[in-house]
């Protein structure tokens, strides 16, 4: 038995140290972002502000998505996030702390629809290495 203690203290810190675990804490450095901007003929743009990043993250060992925006128009300061997900009960919680954030839409199917070639590509940026910062188009 201490012998089994013992691989588990060395090897414990080890895994919380891969991004990919559920317990990592993510860090400044483990982002991926790419740049994105509403087309002028895009009629599926999911989000109110026309340009800003698609991120992704490990969250609890999950690639997870999100839309991030400099605050104030400074990138100096922490982004404005919200997660980009065909979830319905995320979509409504960020309706309600961020209404600003997502296009002002009649249905939730539609911001559904609209959300998830997104999620999709935002996924996709998750295959690339922790702090890589993508232009438009590059996925």
Same mark, same amino acid.
């Given at each position: ?6 691989a588990l ?13 559920p ?6 450095g ?8 509403k ?10 502000p ?9 969250a ?15 990138? *100096?300061?922490?982004?404005r ?9 995320? #979509?409504?919680?960020? /309706?309600?702390? +961020? @209404?600003?954030?997502?296009?002002k839409? *009649? ?13 999709? #590509?935002?996924?996709? /940026?998750?295959? +690339? @290495?922790?702090?890589i910062?993508l ?5």
């Amino acid at each position: 038995m201490g012998v089994l203690a013992m691989a588990l203290a060395v090897e414990a810190p080890m895994a919380i140290a891969d991004e990919r675990h559920p317990f990592h804490l993510p860090e400044t450095g483990d982002y991926r972002l790419q740049a994105i901007a509403k087309a002028d003929d895009e009629g599926g743009w999911p989000f109110g502000p026309e340009d800003g990043y698609l991120a992704c993250i490990f969250a609890f060992g999950a690639p997870t998505v999100l839309f991030a925006v400099p605050r104030d128009g400074r990138d *100096d300061l922490p982004m404005r996030t919200i997660p980009v997900s065909t979830n319905a009960v995320d #979509l409504v919680i960020t /309706l309600v702390t +961020q @209404p600003d954030m997502l296009a002002k839409l *009649d249905e939730m199917e539609e911001l559904v629809r609209r959300m998830a070639p997104f999620d999709r #590509l935002g996924k996709r /940026l998750c295959d +690339q @290495p922790p702090g890589i910062v993508l232009g438009r188009g590059a996925l």
